[in-house]
């Protein structure tokens, strides 16, 4: 699998493959995947998702004074993973608008979806306010969602 997905992960039609692997660490004492580990997971691969586009969270931070924090996460747990196995966290991009990103994440082991999770990302600036995103980041981010997903602000309706 590692041959397929590089390290980073890549992007395909829009969705973000990562691959992660399960260590004794990630793991309760039945050898399964501890259900907090899945949304470390998910982190890192929407961490690298967001690398993949151009947005770096450092930079964001030194640019823009900006930063992206998790606002809301939902999680529906499928099918545990276990001790050393191979997973590929897909990540995409559903929808945006003023200073919010949806996103949509799966946990798969091959072809089999273990976790689902729903997250609601805000920008947010450093008094940690809400902040509409650099017009920049805006584009990246509303060229990976088709135009049907993206919301209108609801300053606009």
Do not use: W
């Not at 501890?34 to 998702?49: D, G, L, P």
């Not at 770096?56 to 931070?61: F, I, N, S, T």
């Not at 997973?87 to 689902?116: H, I, K, N, P, Y």
């Amino acid at each position: 699998m590692s041959a397929l997905v590089p390290p980073e992960g890549h992007v395909v039609d829009g969705v973000h493959h990562f691959a992660i692997r399960v260590y004794y660490e990630d793991t309760d004492a039945g050898g399964i995947v501890y259900y907090a580990n899945y949304f470390k997971f998910c982190e890192r691969a929407r961490t690298e998702f967001l690398r993949c586009c151009g947005i770096v969270h450092e930079r964001l931070l030194a640019e823009n004074g900006l930063t992206l924090a998790v606002r809301r996460a939902e999680i529906d747990f499928l099918v545990p993973a276990r001790l050393d196995d191979a997973l590929v966290v897909r990540s995409r991009l559903v929808a945006a608008a003023g200073a919010t990103l949806d996103m949509a994440q799966e946990v798969r082991r091959e072809d089999a979806v273990l976790a689902r999770m729903q997250l609601r990302i805000a920008c947010v600036g450093s008094g940690g306010r809400p902040r509409r995103l650099p017009p920049a980041l805006a584009t990246t981010v509303l060229s990976l969602i088709p135009p049907e997903r993206t919301r209108v602000p609801e300053d606009a309706r």
